[in-house]
């Protein structure tokens, strides 16, 4: 993401502060190795294992992990008529993987005949995440998506005045807050739950997964809806979040400044 999303030097318009032009098309890929052992399971059978995976950034998108013909269980593969065209990679074919009574339809994707500017993709296929029933970074299963390693996280403790309003009234107020930088987002803070007042919120149905955090939990005020999350059990990169919530909603107010003496 930091790589091909602004402010990033491959996304397609990476801002004007830089002593440096790039020769070549606004939409641009980079492929490098990644560098551990990847593998995925779908209905009890591994249907990738490699350790020559290549990670395809492309402009405005994630990065995708791209491997080796080789390295699939092609048995398990069917080739389908769909198609779709990309004006930077060629035309891409599809397959269905299928095993026993299951299959994910379309699930897999490549180039048999790639532009010969990206030609390099010859050879390479590549899975959609949310079909597999699980995937592992060596052997640690992740989730979400495989790791950048162009994308950070990093978790300060501050001394800050936070407070979050909400027409006035204060949900939240702390001063030892928690602050969330990452990679092409705006800085989060992170407030501890005795300081929140836990009363007004109300815990709803909403999850998501982030690779680099973990899995949150979302609450939502009366009139705003998802207002607030948290990660209970954060990954380790955001271990010092554990035990905090964070805010955000066009309801919400949020100041920051340091606090009073400082």
Request: hydrophobic share 35%.
């Amino acid at each position: 993401m930091s790589l091909t999303m602004r402010p990033g030097p491959l996304a397609g318009s990476p801002g004007d502060q830089v002593n440096f032009t790039i020769d070549g098309p606004k939409h641009r890929l980079f492929m490098h190795e990644f560098p551990r052992r990847v593998h995925a399971w779908f209905a009890g059978e591994i249907v990738l294992d490699t350790e020559r995976g290549q990670f395809l950034h492309e402009t405005g998108l994630l990065p995708v992990l791209y491997v080796p013909e080789e390295d699939v269980r092609t048995d398990l593969l069917v080739r389908t008529d769909h198609t779709t065209h990309c004006p930077f990679k060629g035309d891409a074919a599809y397959w269905t993987i299928r095993v026993g009574d299951r299959e994910a339809e379309n699930a897999v994707w490549g180039y048999p005949d790639p532009k010969p500017e990206s030609a390099w993709l010859r050879g390479l296929m590549a899975f959609y995440w949310a079909p597999m029933d699980a995937w592992y970074d060596e052997d640690e299963e992740v989730h979400g998506h495989l790791r950048d390693p162009f994308h950070r996280v990093d978790a300060r403790h501050a001394r800050r005045h936070v407070r979050v309003l909400r027409d006035g009234e204060v949900v939240a107020e702390t001063e030892r807050p928690i602050v969330l930088s990452e990679t092409g987002l705006p800085n989060r803070y992170y407030i501890p739950a005795e300081d929140v007042r836990r009363g007004l919120l109300t815990r709803s149905q909403k999850r998501t997964v982030c690779p680099y955090k973990g899995e949150a939990s979302y609450w939502s005020l009366e009139g705003a809806e998802d207002a607030a999350w948290s990660y209970e059990e954060p990954l380790v990169d955001a271990a010092k979040i554990a035990g905090h919530l964070s805010f955000d909603h066009d309801a919400l107010t949020i100041e920051s400044q340091p606090p009073p003496g400082a």
